[in-house]
C-alpha cells in the first residue's frame, strides 16, 4: 500500500501522533507508557513555551488511512546560536518493523533540516535533556523508568543503515540502598557540614518548598551549561515544569543546601518510580487511572533522581555527601530499598566514578543518541 507523509496540524491528527505509540507498542512487555496528560502539553504549540524558540515539525506516516509511523523535528536556535550550530534533531520516532517507514520518515526530517539551512542532524533529542533520549542499546530485557526511551532493537540497525553515526552515549544504574551507603556518607558530611557552615533544608510540605524554586533553577542554569543538549531555562519553562512535576514530588525527597546568608549552594531532588502505576493507568489519569498512580508512589520502594547540582565555587567541598546522607536517610526510612541514576553521559566519568563507589551497583541500561552530516543545500 501507498505511504504517504502527513505534517499534524488537526486535533485529531495531534491525538493519533499522540498514541500511535501504545498501537505499536501494544505486544512489547517492557514498553511504558507516558501520562497523556503531560504529552498534550508537550505537544502544544500554545501549552509548551519550548515552542516559541523552537522551529518544529510534526509527520505521520499512513498506508491508506493507517498510522505506521510518527517522528518530531526541531531546530532549537538558542542552542544552536549559543554554541554556534546549525542542527536540526529528530525525536518521538515511533514505528513498526519497517525500514521503509523509518526510512521515509528520516528523509523528511533531513529534507526539512537542510530547507532550514541545517547542516547536521542528531537524535532521538526532543527539546532538551529533560525529554527521552536516544535509542535504547543495552538492557532490553530490564524494565523501564519514567521519562526514558523504551525502543526496540531494531530502531537501531534502521538508524545505522540510514548512514547515522554513534554521537553521545548515554547510561543508567540501579543501585541498592542499605544502613551502610547511609554510614559511609555520614562522617564526611558531617565534616562539610561543618567546615563551611552549611544548612540543609529538609521538608514536609509543597508550600515550603516554594521560595526556594527560582533559586534552584537559576543554579541548574549556572551547572549546567556543559551538559550535553541543556539549554537556559527560561521563566515561563521553570513555571510549566513546576505545574508539571511539583504535585507529583514528595518533599521529603528533596534536599537543598543554603549557606548562612540563605543563598542557594546544591540540592538534589528525587521521586518515587510511578511506572508501575503508570502501566496500570495506560498512561491515563481519568477516570481511575490517578488512583493506580497515587498508590504506586506510595507502594514504590524504587527512587529515581531527577535532578541535582552544586554552585560552581563549592565545589569538591563534601557537599555530594551531604545530599547523599540527607537524601539516602530520608529515602531508607520511608522504606525505599534502590535508587535509579536516570540517564548519565558515559563520558561523565565523575559522576559514574561517584555510583560506582557503591556496593551492589548495576549499569543496566545504554542508550545512544545518533548523528549525520547533511549535504549542503543546493542554491
Not at 198 to 218: C, G, M, N, W, Y
Not at 318 to 324: F, K, S
Request: some cysteine; overall charge positive.
Amino acid at each position: 500500500m501507498e505511504l504517504t507523509i502527513r505534517e499534524v496540524k488537526s486535533k485529531g491528527d495531534l491525538r493519533t501522533f499522540i498514541h500511535l505509540p501504545e498501537r505499536i507498542h501494544e505486544h512489547h512487555q517492557k514498553w511504558l507508557p507516558p501520562l497523556y496528560l503531560d504529552e498534550w502539553k508537550l505537544f502544544s504549540a500554545t501549552k509548551n513555551p519550548a515552542f516559541k524558540h523552537c522551529e518544529t515539525i510534526l509527520l505521520l506516516a499512513l498506508e491508506g488511512e493507517k498510522p505506521v509511523g510518527r517522528i518530531m523535528g526541531i531546530i532549537h536556535h538558542p542552542y544552536n546560536q549559543k554554541h554556534q550550530l546549525k542542527t536540526a534533531r529528530f525525536a518521538f520516532i515511533e514505528c513498526y518493523h519497517n525500514k521503509h517507514v523509518f526510512n521515509t520518515l528520516i528523509s523528511h526530517i533531513e529534507n526539512w533540516a537542510v530547507a532550514n539551512n541545517c547542516t547536521e542532524v542528531i537524535g532521538p533529542m526532543g527539546f532538551s535533556d529533560k525529554e527521552p533520549q536516544g535509542f535504547l542499546i543495552k538492557g532490553f530485557e530490564r524494565e523501564t523508568m519514567m521519562v526514558t526511551n523504551c525502543s526496540f532493537p531494531y530502531m537501531v540497525s534502521f538508524i545505522e543503515q540510514a548512514g547515522y553515526q554513534p554521537h553521545i552515549d548515554l547510561c543508567q544504574y540501579s543501585v541498592r540502598l542499605t544502613e551502610d551507603i547511609i554510614e559511609r556518607y555520614r562522617p564526611f558530611a558531617i565534616r562539610a557540614q561543618r567546615n563551611h557552615a552549611l544548612v540543609v533544608q529538609e521538608f514536609t510540605s509543597t508550600r515550603a518548598i516554594v521560595p526556594f524554586i527560582k533559586p534552584v533553577f537559576d543554579l541548574i542554569n549556572k551547572t549546567y551549561v556543559d551538559i550535553y543538549g541543556f539549554s537556559t531555562i527560561t521563566i515561563a519553562e521553570m513555571d510549566e515544569f513546576i505545574t508539571r512535576f511539583l504535585p507529583l514530588l514528595d518533599p521529603r525527597l528533596i534536599k537543598v543546601i543554603t549557606n548562612e546568608q540563605g543563598k542557594v549552594q546544591a540540592f538534589v531532588v528525587a521521586m518515587a518510580d510511578l511506572s508501575n502505576g503508570l502501566r496500570k493507568a495506560k498512561g491515563r489519569i481519568f477516570p481511575v487511572g490517578w488512583v493506580h498512580i497515587l498508590l504506586a508512589g506510595r507502594k514504590s520502594k524504587r527512587l529515581v533522581l531527577l535532578l541535582g547540582a552544586i554552585a560552581d565555587e563549592i565545589r569538591g567541598k563534601g557537599l555530594d555527601a551531604i545530599l547523599g546522607y540527607f537524601l539516602l536517610k530520608s529515602a531508607v526510612n520511608k522504606g525505599f530499598t534502590t535508587i535509579d541514576s536516570h540517564l548519565i553521559m558515559k563520558d561523565n566519568y565523575k559522576m559514574r566514578r561517584e555510583i560506582e563507589r557503591l556496593e551492589n551497583f548495576d549499569l543496566y541500561k545504554e542508550y545512544r543518541i545518533f548523528s549525520k552530516i547533511l549535504p549542503s543545500r543546493k542554491s
